[in-house]
């Protein structure tokens, strides 16, 4: 079984430039997760999709990060205009999707971002 | 507002001894907890977990112990081994959401 897919693997922009990290989950995972890793702290959930439907974008800088979920499948996280304190890695998970359960979730190698 | 505390940045333990990394937490609605393991340019990937109903879990030289009084856990890897060396991450979740809460990781370093 193929995993979590995500490109590119590196990324340095200049602040204010845009940037778009894109994930391709494992097949039929309904779940798919981004998280925010920044040196010396663990991953932050930015936004959880099930299926093409967002469950919590509570922690998504809203007025700079954007991200979508067509047809269900592949995600596109994006950020605009871009802050020096955006460098992190940006990690995309995937999960099944059994009601009651916790689901395991698979972690794409991520994008690692630098914002000079 | 940190739920989930990994309060030692690093460990360095000789082949063949027991490593011990711990973690504590402050959400008493956690009920679930795992360990992810991370090497450099890789994501995480799930190593063990432990149900709130369980003190323990075991997998091969992997333990993990969970103290619910204490809000805290530990994993146990022995014996370590060099390929151990990496980044270990406690996570938590709450069976209403399911959400993750990472720790900020613990590198151990196996020497040989």
């Known amino acids: 079984e193929a995993g979590v897919a995500q490109s590119p693997r590196y990324k340095i922009i200049e602040k204010r430039q845009s940037v778009a990290f894109w994930c391709n989950p494992i097949?039929?995972?309904?779940?798919l997760y981004w998280y925010q890793q920044i040196l010396g702290q663990g991953p932050k959930l930015l936004i959880q999709f099930q299926n093409n439907g967002v469950v919590d974008d509570s922690q998504l800088p809203k007025d700079r990060f954007s991200a979508e979920r067509l047809k269900g499948v592949d995600s596109t996280l994006k950020i605009q205009p871009a802050k020096l304190e955006d460098s992190a890695v940006y990690l995309c998970a995937s999960s099944r999707l059994l009601a009651g359960f916790y689901n395991e979730q698979f972690f794409g190698p991520g994008t690692r971002l630098t914002v000079l | 507002d940190q739920q989930v505390k990994q309060n030692s940045p690093s460990l360095s333990v000789q082949e063949g001894r027991i490593s011990i990394l711990n973690c504590d937490y402050t959400?008493?609605?956690?009920?679930?907890f795992l360990w992810y393991k991370k090497y450099p340019a890789e994501g995480p990937t799930f190593l063990i977990s432990?149900?709130?109903?369980?003190d323990k879990n075991e997998d091969g030289r992997f333990t993990v112990f969970l103290n619910k009084s204490a809000k805290h856990l530990s994993l146990h890897i022995v014996p370590s081994q060099p390929g151990d060396s990496a980044v270990y991450f406690c996570a938590a979740s709450a069976s209403n959401d399911y959400k993750l809460s990472f720790g900020a990781g613990t590198t151990v370093t196996v020497r040989a």
């Open positions: 432990i149900s709130s109903i369980k």
């Open positions: 097949s039929g995972h309904a779940t």
């Open positions: 959400n008493s609605m956690f009920d679930y």
